[in-house]
């Protein structure tokens, strides 16, 4: 049935302007669709995905000096006036406390049951909202006696790099966390309890041995009910990591960031730029190449106007006239989507395995963004096309040609 | 569909001239399985009032309806429908696609109702003389030939009115008088009525009524 309309209507098809427009719009889709894939992929590298600690967390303190040293300059701990001041900033979504444990903590570490080294350490803690892992994990209760423990992960490397290799013991994966075992003694107001640790997990971006903000609670009231609890060091909640409001505060107040979190912020800032830039590009070209086909489309549509009109005279709808022409628009699109995207998982593949040879520790991103993006994209492109085509035939119907 | 009826109808174009006819400005009304004859001079609107009639052109004044209704409101999709299933033109201009064979300008239309079967169009071929250019290209064809082309693919749809304007201009008597006969067989299967237009040579039909354009 379509076929001898088809033999009509595709008289003056020209093959240069389809595969110009072919091209042109591959090339558009494909740099679109690596822009928005090269950009999930690397993301994560800058943002340095903590697990524990969100991006938008900042850990501030005070900077040392050497009057601070000898005790003859300010406090090194934040007072309430202080904090409240932070608080009240407009990038501040709110404010926590480091508190630190005041008693002594001696502790030990083995793995399966043989111990390897121990030394004296500290516990710090964070308000319970400011650590993003699962609660029922973060969690201590006297009568169980087991405290979850976030390491900072330069711990690992330390261990695995320094201490391992020098004795000959074995290296521990962030995988096998679990298998740490850990002896914890605390000592303090005249008491001694032995506790066992577990180490759930390890942050990057924290500097210290982080524990529940529970635990530190009730070993402060029983090994040191009198101690100083002025905090050091602040968690600091922000709006947005690359304001430059915060960077300002800081330094007007003689304060100190503890990571380079600012600076991934504005590599991320970077990135995102010049992706948004590349995909623009890439869409005006997709735009330019949506164009060569409108016009090529109505190009064929004015020289086809007799049979067109002809066709509509002895019966045919303006819908079945029509559908010749939006097939073939929206078969071209989608002949483009699955080429542009078979592109990109090649290209992607290669840049990939590039990728984890710098950065073994990257995760496998999703597709899943980018393929949805170029259904969008051909979606649309292809409902504007098949409106065009049929206001266009309804132009002749109309004799407006 | 079982009448035409124009009300006061005139071609713009025709608007504050002195128009002496017996259609333009008339109450005139074509009825279902009645033949008519519309006899006219160049330039009196013959090939207007077709187009009027299967909704190409609009720019007329009056009414044209059928069966009562004012066919300015009908939409696309009834356009579509009357052009498929009641109304049958064939057009002075014909209006064939020359890059087709014959039997291909036949199909496209017949492809729409399957209202023929190729034996009979295949006969109607025969009949019409012109069975040896069944698969030649229509680009190739004299217009004589093209008109009989053209008359098949006016009645391979069901119809209840065939409007065949100048039908006969490129044919001699004996090719007209087959025509003729084929078309009033089919006109008279269908019941249908049909409305001739002439600008001399016509038809020799049993007409109900002639009018002067």
Redesign the interface.
Known sequence: ?ML??W??LR?HISIAQLAGFFFANLFGMFIVLLGLQFYNDVKPLFSQDDGFLKPEYLIVSKRISGMSVLGAGESCGFSDKEVEDISNQPFCKSVGAFTASQYRVVCSMGVNGVAQFGTDMFFESVPDRFVDTELSKWRFSSEDGIIPIILPRTYLAIYNFGFAQSQSLPKISEGIVGMIDMLVVLRGNGQEQRLKGKVIGFSTRLNTILVPESFIKWSNTKFAPEADLTPNRLIVEVKNPTDDAIVKYINDHNLELEDDKLDAGKATYFLKLVTILVMCIGMLISILSFYILMLSIYLLVQKNTE?LR??L??????VRVSLPYQLLTVGMNGVVLILSFTLLYMVRCYYMNMLWVMFPQMQDGSMWPTLCLGIGLFIVVSLINIVAVRNRV?KI?N?KE | MNSIELHNTLPCVFEGRDVQSEIWLQDVVFQKGETYLVEASSGTGKSSLCSYIIGYRKDYLGNICFDNKDIRQHRVSDWTAIRKHTLSLLFQELRLFPELTAMENIDIKNELTNHKSHKEIEAWFERLGIADKINAKVGRMSFGQQQRVAMIRALVQPFDFLMVDEPISHLDDENSKIMAGIMMEEAQHQGAGVIVTSIGKHMDLPYTKTFRL
């Open positions: 049935m001898l309309v033999k009509l008289q049979k002809n066709l005279l002895i019966g045919y709808s303006p309804m119907w004799r």
